[in-house]
């Protein structure tokens, strides 16, 4: 069992910026953000692996970037130029090396005017 913290949500209006952080108790493989609008299925947004190999949704490629810090086992979400319609709770979602999968709370990320 992997304890994860998430942070950096909150309110901005378009064309703005936020870091989400989501920190976890020790070392993991695998680590992804995923979003919930409200009415919407769970959409992976960004995913990254331990060798720092990313993948992102077309709907954010070249707005958001993700990375990660192995000595802290943290993972990072840069979230530029925001819309409207990324407006969701985004989740942290980890793998362990022993192929068990951990989710934080979620954050709530605003994008309006």
């Known amino acids: 069992q992997v304890q994860l913290v998430e942070s950096g949500g909150g309110l901005v209006q378009p064309g703005g910026s936020l870091r989400l952080s989501c920190s976890a108790s020790?070392?993991?493989?695998?680590m992804a953000w995923y979003r919930q609008a409200p009415g919407q299925q769970r959409e992976l947004v960004a995913q990254?692996?331990?060798?720092?190999?990313?993948n992102y949704a077309d709907s954010v490629k070249g707005r958001f970037t993700i990375s990660r810090d192995n000595a802290e086992h943290t993972v990072y979400l840069q979230m530029n130029s925001l819309e409207p319609e990324d407006t969701a709770l985004y989740y942290c979602?980890?793998?362990?090396?022993?192929?068990?999968?951990?989710w934080g709370q979620g954050t709530q990320v605003t994008v309006s005017s």
């Open positions: 979602s980890v793998v362990s090396w022993g192929s068990r999968t951990s």
């Open positions: 020790t070392t993991v493989n695998h």
């Open positions: 990254i692996t331990y060798g720092h190999k990313t």
